[in-house]
């Protein structure tokens, strides 16, 4: 079992950024592979970016490419969002998800993550 809790949420103005944390609860948290994906209201939750078990690996929607960076800390079993650049369109609940992936690399489809954080919101204003 995996837990996950994000935090780092909250209001920014279009142009600003945020950092998202996710810690992680276990002892094999180099092993797991972990992603963000978000979800407005009505819609279906959208990948974000994905990083390999490793950190070697990273992925990232093209919606959000050049302005986010997903990274990992071991020693910390944390994973990160640094949003930079913000715009209206990133306003949703922002989700952290993890699996154990071993010898994977990154991970892009929200069925491919079988644990999942309860979600912070993201709101950036105009």
């Known amino acids: 079992q995996v837990q996950l809790v994000e935090s780092g949420g909250g209001l920014v103005q279009a142009g600003g950024s945020l950092a998202l944390s996710c810690a992680a609860a276990?002892?094999?948290?180099?092993?797991?592979?972990m992603g963000w994906f978000r979800q407005d209201p009505g819609k279906a939750r959208a990948f974000v970016a994905a990083?390999?078990?490793?950190?070697?690996?990273?992925a990232y929607a093209d919606s959000v490419k050049g302005r986010f960076t997903i990274s990992r800390d071991k020693s910390k079993n944390t994973v990160y969002l640094q949003m930079n650049s913000l715009k209206p369109e990133d306003t949703a609940v922002y989700y952290c998800?993890?699996?154990?992936?071993?010898?994977?690399?990154?991970?892009?489809?929200?069925?491919?993550?079988?644990?999942w954080g309860q979600g912070t919101q993201v709101t950036v204003s105009s």
């Open positions: 990083i390999s078990p490793s950190g070697g690996n990273t």
């Open positions: 276990g002892r094999t948290f180099s092993s797991y592979a």
């Open positions: 998800a993890a699996v154990f992936a071993v010898g994977l690399g990154v991970i892009t489809t929200e069925r491919g993550y079988n644990y």
